[in-house]
């Protein structure tokens, strides 16, 4: 119901027939199954184990030598058999269903509303005309006060038929709109006149009677292709999502190169006295200021003459030392300014293409490991439900509780917590925080332990649930600090 009431607004108005609708919302039900299908084994289990445990039947298969982890043993079978299904599910059913429900949600989106013409309102659904009644009798045929405006090409309005009376039928098909117009008259300008924009020519023709026919193929719906839509993660299998994986790898490589490429515009190793570039590796910071210095003298050298603007003693001695040794160089002459607003500008320009570069990175890197994601959660949802189940039998067996009462409130509460913790695990692995097999198994990892725990437990018939034996405990542990 809640998917319905999501999707409403999509649906009506559309005059789509019954079975698209019933094709809509089959679509839709194999989604649902990694969010049922855990919790089902989990509250199944606890309820079959509860109920022999309240009816002592387990008490019984131990008293004849039979082990929990024997009498599991054909559940496990067909626990196993249910885990392939939920393996096939998430790698075949769901994404061939949720790229056919993608393709038909985009062609039920993009379909026009179907033909309802209301009385005084202009129906323009249909490209190229506009249609109004005055009033629309009970019969959703006869029709009263008739406004038709066409239009044809980019002139706009160039026909107007007005008649007092009318009748509509759809074809069979549902393809034209046939209307029959009484007592009327229609307008048409002559555009194909070549004296058109001086005159303005036109005709008027009165009729009795007057038929036309509107296509209406465009309020149809049109079915497209559902491999156009094959771009989600989650309508892709294993294969599929390997594929994407490494061709992710490769496109943020060739942006990585590209960026480096591009980059080496920006610097310029300076040159030392002997006329040789600095080697930067292993130069202490105070060393850049030297390096920096030289630079800029061996810029102004090459091209450019310093003007005499205000500067630090240390450079200004430096420079005046540098211009006196060079030859007078051409007119062209700069400030020291000048220099220090070109570096600026640089160092900005290369600041916002180094941003919006690693942006793109970033955004194909998160768009990476989920694919990636989803490629772990096709096994994560067949372990689930044995590991549930290893979970569920032992709880049953120890609490004894059967029915719908303590089981559903249990199972619940497990299911939540392991639904938040997967949610949790796969939102860090997507925001990179966590490698993407660490936040996929995230859940898994913390549940297990606690599988193997209960199952234990529950095979050596411990008292884990027990409050007796918590409260023999208890006094047992007073008795001790009293003495």
């Known amino acids: ?88 599910s998430s790698n075949v059913l769901i994404p061939k269903a949720n790229l056919s429900w993608g393709a038909l949600f985009y062609d039920v989106t993009n379909k026009k509303p179907a033909l309802n013409i209301s009385d005084g309102i202009f129906f323009k659904e249909l490209r190229g005309f506009a249609i109004r009644v005055g009033h629309k009798h009970d019969d959703n045929q006869t029709l009263e006060d008739v406004l038709i405006y066409s239009k044809s090409g980019k002139t706009g309005i160039t026909n107007i038929v007005i008649a007092k009376k009318g009748k509509m039928v759809v074809t069979e098909d549902e393809r034209f709109l046939k209307l029959t117009l009484f007592d009327g ?49 989650d309508m892709l299998n294993l294969k599929e999502i390997d594929v994407r994986v490494d061709s992710f790898d490769v496109l943020i490589q060739q942006k990585t190169a590209f960026l480096k490429e591009y980059l080496k515009s920006y610097f310029q190793i300076p040159l030392d006295s002997n006329g040789k570039k600095y080697d930067m590796t292993g130069i202490k910071s105070d060393s850049y200021r030297d390096i920096l210095q030289s630079s800029i003298d061996s810029f102004s050298a090459e091209r450019v003459e310093i003007s005499d ?33 070109s570096a600026i500008q640089s160092t900005r320009n290369y600041h916002r293409i180094v941003n919006n570069a690693s942006k793109e ?28 189940f290893f979970i569920g039998a032992p709880l049953g067996a120890i609490i004894r509780k059967g029915g719908f009462g303590t089981p559903m409130i249990i199972s619940i509460l497990l299911f939540i917590l392991y639904f938040i913790l997967q949610t949790v695990g796969e939102k860090l692995a997507r925001e990179g925080v966590l490698m993407v097999p660490a936040g996929a198994w995230f859940a898994s990892a913390i549940f297990t332990p606690l599988a193997i725990f209960l199952t234990q437990k529950s095979n050596s018939e411990s008292a884990l649930f027990n409050p007796d034996a918590y409260s023999r405990f208890v006094k047992r542990l007073f008795g001790r600090f009293k003495k």
């Not at 009795?208 to 465009?218: G, L, N, T």
């Open 1 to 88: 119901m809640q998917f319905l009431w999501k999707y409403i607004g999509d649906l009506v108005g559309k005059g789509l027939e019954w079975y698209v609708i019933l094709e809509f919302i089959l679509y839709s039900i194999p989604y649902l199954i990694p969010r049922a299908l855990p919790l089902a084994v989990l509250l199944s289990t606890i309820m079959v184990f509860g109920n022999l445990g309240e009816r002592y039947e387990l008490v019984a298969m131990k008293s004849a030598g039979i082990s929990l982890i024997r009498s599991m043993f054909p559940l496990i079978v067909v626990m196993t058999a249910i885990a392939g299904m939920a393996f096939y």
């Open 361 to 388: 990175i970033r955004r194909l890197q998160e768009r990476q490991r989920r694919f990636a994601i989803q490629w772990h959660k096709k096994f994560t949802l067949a372990f689930s439900c044995l590991m549930l």
């Open 185 to 233: 008259k229609r307008y048409q300008e002559m555009i194909e006149s070549p004296n058109y924009a001086k005159t303005y020519p036109h005709n008027t023709m009165a009729f009795e009677k007057y038929e036309m026919a509107i296509d209406m193929s465009e309020l149809a719906l049109k079915r497209s292709n559902p491999e156009m839509f094959k771009d989600n993660y």
């Open 309 to 341: 603007d205000p500067l630090p003693n240390q450079m200004s001695s430096i420079v005046k030392r540098k211009r006196e040794q060079r030859p007078k160089p051409k007119k062209e002459t700069v400030t020291m300014n000048e220099v220090v607003e």
